[in-house]
């Protein structure tokens, strides 16, 4: 491929790139993921390109700087269209930074009128007249409104958009969707002329999405979920540029942990239904006096091969412990606790690793300074199992803490491969 890729995509944390990958994947696009910004000169032979970043929780300017230089490492590999992805469910604060980075990119690529879509129907994320439900809730009454780092506590993206961007935010309703990609690109070409910048556009199908993909066919950026990216490929395909070859995912055989650190009810559920493993919950204060550590771990898990090890909890203890030592103190000394144990662990000799929420797999991917993944199979919707690259693969899941049915544990597991090897004592 001479170096050269089709879609180049930026995404704001590691489980919302994996998230797109697998998008991308099943519909025939040869995909990669890096962590971080890889050198210059890294080879990339793929369709589509994705840089992990991870930027969702933090500030407006350094997301913006982050981001642009993902962008130009990007430009560099020739991409055709980029796409910059955040969560399905908008995590985003009403300083946050999605609508500064995606108006960054924006104006860095010279466009006219940007697609903003977090719908994701498959996972049950909808947007409809301008707002974003969660199955049959509002996103600010569906639990996301008590997330530990970024509540969402409106669910009219308009309106939060506006609380975030310096150009005006515009609307494609569903009835203008339900017309056809004509009907999406002539109402994306009045947003322009009315000088709105950040467009949200309604979906509530999978049919809506493609749709919505066909009408951006020639747009240089695309901002959204990862459900925007179910009609892109298809584009690429129609003008015969999709190279057709097989990911490179490689399954491993051997020990295997599941790190989870996301609390919402989702991961929280998952880890009741785990009778797979033995289940250790962590005390996030003796986390935070270090009287508990990665390796003062290891001793209660010698012998196991497939631990679930876990600090989430309900919404209620997270705000208690966040009132008394700090919500950012609190969340740095759990996801470095993870990051070391990650490491503890491979060293160990384990080689499978679930690892569930956003900033937690950010944390476990940083500490083991991974550069890149082959895309796998499909775990659950929006889920793949993924697979380093280079000589010594390691087999990993990275979850969004809302993503995942009831068994998805074990099902993780199952993809990564199979515990067929013994752990050092």
Known sequence: MNGKILLGCIADDFTGASDLANTLAKQGMRTTQYIDIPPPHTECDCDAAIISLKSRSIDSADAITQSLQALQWLKGKGAAQYLFKYCSTFDSTRNGNIGPVAEALADALGTGAVVDCPAFPTTGRTVYQGHLFVFDKLLNESGLENHPLNPMTDADLRRWLALQCKYRVGHVAHQTVARGSAAVRQALEKADSANEKLVIVDATADEDLRCVGKAVADAPLVTGGSGIALGLPQNFRERGELSDQSSGFSPQNGPAAILAGSCSATTRKQITHNNHGP??????????????????????????????????????????????????????????????????????????????????????????QLSAFHIGPEIDPGVPALSTTGS???AVALKSGNFGGDNFFYNALTALGSADATTDE
């Open 279 to 368: 289940r250790i919950s962590l005390d996030v204060l003796k986390i935070l006096n270090g009287s508990v550590t990665a390796d003062t771990l290891l001793y209660e898990i010698a012998g196991n091969s497939e631990p679930l090890i876990y600090s989430s909890a309900d919404p209620e203890s997270v705000n208690e412990l966040q009132l008394t030592h700090g919500t950012i103190q609190v969340a740095e000394a759990i996801e470095s606790f993870f990051g070391n144990l990650a490491v503890a662990l491979i060293s160990r000799g384990f080689n499978r690793l679930v690892v569930a929420g956003g900033e937690t797999s950010g944390a476990v991917i940083s500490a083991l």
């Open 392 to 394: 010594s693969p390691i």
